[in-house]
DNA sequence: CATGAATGAGACTTCATTCAT
DNA sequence: TATGAATGAAGTCTCATTCAT
């Protein structure tokens, strides 16, 4: 995740700003608090630059278009997630708690982001389709992630041999995804990280050999 | 689902033609290829109207206005959807086999209408937070179900009796949910069908008393 | 007033049903009672139809079009109207006196029908220049009647002799309607006829010998 | 009125480019322009940009909507127009004089500029109560301006000590505003300013104490 | 690097009028 | 005569993007 070079544009005619400096961030930052306050549809581009800080012309030495924002958003949120998530599964051997750690690190950092997650489980979803094979595409160093885990409970013999692994990983993510965007439409109202431990032993029931 | 009768909406200034008659049908039909075939956005009344045989105007004698259609599209897809698999749990007393029958009658519609499938699994969810609750609204029939066939299932004692049913059906739903999304984003290359069994044995064994 | 034949629609291909029967009246009184309470702009065709209690094409029978409307409705009120000063006027010789009458009857009349007063003074006045000219083409029967008393009052030596008519009858008519459409933007909130006395010994100052 | 500080406009969610600049002119005069040419409903401001070299969306840095394009030109129009006049008044004394110069300056600069005087006595009627509600808002500093002469002729002895206010009011401002229109719809073919002296005359002759 | 005034394409909806019944 | 479902033209306004400063 740290060094897939969609960074860069090769053989567009404009060069952008090193996505580097405090302006880059400030964007970012303003783009996931707007949205979540207003709905992607009520912000615009000025009312993103204004949050930032910035004019409205200022955005365009950042990022390429209005939808790029988007992108690098979820880019660069994702990119610390599945980064942190993978720090935590490396301190841990064993299947089941690996797979507790990926529920409860995805519920965690989602709770502790409101806006983050409007963002990504409402917001994002009404972009278009374009947008959206963009976005699947930074979503698969998650999956990725998932299936590790996957294969290795199937090696370990811990989870059944004859697992369909893409069935599996749309089970796990599935789950996960439908638990949040769930408890954000409910506002928010209930506590979700402990949500984990259900959602924990009904996945492993799914998966463990018998 | 018949025979609701709406045909008259009081209480606004305006009343819309009769829900029923072939121009009604014409309309819905259309906007489902339209936008299938175009993308949400690329849709304009328009050409839904052109591709139902009808003036601009006449879309909004049977319909209040553009996101209206879209409503109307889910209800009533969703409306038949739902009525189809009531009849068939009707018919089958036995626990598995009802979750096996839900399974198969989700993956086999949406495999048989593909334009549908794709307006439901992406189209439509880029559509506005309003809107989605709209949509929330008709979804909750279909959930009701599927909670229908978790409490059966744990006052028979095929299922665990701790099951949390929430968690339980957005586990149901999210995973053929996201098995659905991920085939129509494959462009429907493979058999959508032949995953009801994988599915099913991994949902009943998340689920089943062990 | 009584025979001006703009009532038929010679070289026209179509033919409208005489301008008899009750369906005619009751469409030009229900599009008085409708512009009066929702403004010209808000009052379609449909609406009027409504509340005459026949069909939207019914109109047609009995009105080229809804401009027609219009102006049939002023015809019809105004050649009323001016009738009915004819004959009070008739009766009475005075200058002053004939002069206290015009303005009472004015008055009174519109005092009399809120709605109506509503619908010339402000309403209809927001059609176009080409509607505007049809309806000067009536008021030119009443503007008629001014003049007479004007050329009276100076032929009988009760007005100056050097009145210049034309503007003469722009202050009397000027006035009048000033202080009527003042009453109406007013919401009727005092009495329209108690002004008739102070109007009417203006307007005697202005013009009589002295 | 050349430097009524509306730069800003708080409270509003979005904020106009300031109300002064060439470009505000520039539309204004062109809106003047294009409605007196074409009539109100007939005035797109597609066609009003065109007519100020301007882009449509540039209409909407400067106005609100297309209404307020149309509440701004009077507003600016009537606003020099009023503030032209009391110089005028305040280099006077005379009763009969300060009439007499209300009379020629309200002639005199709409005879000077036809397109104005069209949009003013005919087309600025067309438009709904709300839009004519602002109008009278700016109109009432007029009839203001002619309340104090007659208020002054009062207190002074020159008029009636018994006049109504109101009504004399009504009086010279309907008798001038027919005058003015009459004068429009004939399109201009006669000489309006010089109106102002037997129009002088009868006003005075109404009001004068006898 | 930064600004922000200017651009202009694009679509939803209304409503007067028609015409087959 | 009477109906009312169907028609389709037409216009306001938004907002992503640019470029002169």
């Given at each position: 995740?740290?060094?897939?070079?969609?960074?860069?544009?090769?053989?567009?005619?404009?060069?952008?700003?090193?996505?580097?400096?405090?302006?880059?961030?400030?964007?970012?930052?303003?783009?996931?608090?707007?949205?979540?306050?207003?709905?992607?549809?009520?912000?615009?581009?000025?009312?993103?630059a204004k949050?930032?800080?910035?004019?409205?012309?200022?955005?365009?030495?950042?990022?390429k278009n209005?939808?790029?924002?988007?992108?690098?958003?979820?880019?660069?949120?994702?990119?610390?997630?599945?980064?942190?998530?993978?720090?935590?599964?490396?301190?841990?051997?064993?299947?089941?708690?690996?797979?507790?750690?990926?529920?409860?690190?995805?519920?965690?950092?989602?709770?502790?982001?409101?806006?983050?997650?409007?963002?990504?489980?409402?917001?994002?979803?009404?972009?278009?389709?374009?947008?959206?094979?963009?976005?699947?595409?930074?979503?698969?160093g998650y999956?990725?992630?998932?299936?590790?885990?996957?294969?290795?409970?199937?090696?370990?013999?811990?989870?059944?041999?004859?697992?369909?692994?893409?069935?599996?990983?749309?089970?796990?993510?599935?789950?996960?995804?439908?638990?949040?965007?769930?408890?954000?439409?409910?506002?928010?109202?209930?506590?979700?990280?402990?949500?984990?431990?259900?959602?924990?032993?009904?996945?492993?029931?799914?998966?463990?050999?018998?």
């Amino acid at each position: 995740m740290n060094d897939h070079s969609l960074l860069s544009n090769p053989g567009r005619g404009k060069t952008l700003a090193k996505r580097k400096g405090q302006k880059y961030d400030q964007i970012i930052d303003a783009a996931v608090k707007v949205i979540a306050q207003n709905g992607y549809h009520h912000s615009q581009v000025s009312k993103i630059a204004k949050e930032a800080g910035v004019a409205d012309g200022t955005i365009y030495l950042y990022f390429k278009n209005k939808e790029d924002i988007l992108v690098s958003l979820f880019e660069e949120k994702m990119g610390k997630f599945i980064q942190k998530i993978e720090e935590e599964l490396a301190g841990e051997s064993s299947i089941e708690a690996k797979l507790l750690i990926l529920i409860t690190m995805h519920l965690m950092q989602l709770q502790k982001d409101h806006s983050l997650a409007i963002v990504t489980q409402l917001e994002l979803r009404q972009s278009n389709i374009e947008l959206r094979n963009r976005i699947n595409e930074v979503l698969k160093g998650y999956l990725k992630l998932i299936d590790t885990i996957i294969l290795l409970g199937i090696e370990k013999g811990v989870f059944k041999e004859d697992l369909d692994v893409r069935i599996t990983r749309q089970m796990i993510f599935g789950t996960i995804d439908e638990v949040v965007t769930d408890w954000v439409m409910k506002e928010h109202k209930y506590d979700l990280v402990q949500l984990c431990e259900p959602v924990h032993t009904m996945l492993l029931n799914a998966m463990r050999r018998s």
